[in-house]
């Protein structure tokens, strides 16, 4: 598994709409949650790579519930973050073209 991807997967063949329902959860964290813009950018950071390797691997993408909860979970990162911050993430491009 890389680096920073989620370990949706590790315990059964699919990921559940029900954990990327989590992770879309996540992705809507405010700002001051967090102590600095180090940390939220580190944040973005683990999420983008989660996405692009949920992406690449396709586990479960068949699946409409959890394809549903994938774009709900770009769509929110879209909207919770700005793009400096989105294309500051050194897979952003790899998961642009995925998409």
């Known amino acids: ?8 997967n ?6 559940s709409p029900l954990a990327l329902e ?11 949650l967090f102590s600095s813009d180090e940390e939220r950018l ?3 950071h683990r999420m983008l790579n989660g996405t ?3 992406m690449r691997g396709q586990v479960g993408l068949t699946d409409h519930d959890n394809h549903h909860e994938l ?3 770009l769509a929110r990162l879209k909207a919770n ?3 400096s911050e989105l294309v ?7 998961r642009s073209r995925l998409t």
């Open 88 to 94: 500051s993430c050194p897979s952003y491009a790899s």
């Open 10 to 15: 590790r315990y059964a063949a699919l990921p």
């Open 81 to 83: 973050f700005q793009l």
């Open 71 to 73: 774009c709900r979970l």
């Open 52 to 54: 692009l390797a949920l």
């Open 1 to 8: 598994m890389a680096a920073g991807a989620f370990p949706i």
């Open 22 to 32: 989590n992770l879309v959860s996540l992705g809507s964290l405010r700002r001051s």
């Open 42 to 44: 580190a944040f973005l």
